[in-house]
């Protein structure tokens, strides 16, 4: 049962606080994973493609596009390009602030 009036920043940050620093380190893997799983179903979405579409275009499964959008797959450098391309959009690295 959610507390009412706690936003998730205040969740993940009472969860660095109190875990292990290699607990931390997983917990930040996957906030990246689904960081970027978001970016790429935006960005699909954005370009009115359905899963199938980006499939065709990228010649990478639906299965495994769904994977990545749910944060769930291990895409390479080559398959992001691909996915990228295919929707106008390149790879880059951002500034990000460093955690709390």
């Known amino acids: 049962m959610a507390t009412k009036g706690r ?7 009472k969860y660095r ?9 997983v917990f930040d893997d996957y906030v990246e ?3 970027l799983a978001g970016q790429i179903l935006e960005a699909r979405k954005d370009a009115g493609l359905t899963q199938i579409d ?15 959008e749910r944060g769930i797959g ?3 450098e080559q398959t992001l390009a691909r996915i990228g391309r295919a929707l106008n959009r390149r790879l880059t690295f951002v500034e990000i602030p460093p955690p709390a």
Do not use: H, K
């Open 7 to 13: 936003s998730l920043d205040e969740y993940i940050d």
């Open 17 to 25: 606080a109190t875990a292990s620093p290699e607990e931390v380190a």
């Open 33 to 35: 994973r689904f960081a």
């Open 54 to 68: 980006l499939a065709t275009r990228t010649g990478i499964g639906q299965s495994e596009i769904s994977r990545i």
């Open 74 to 76: 291990n895409p390479t």
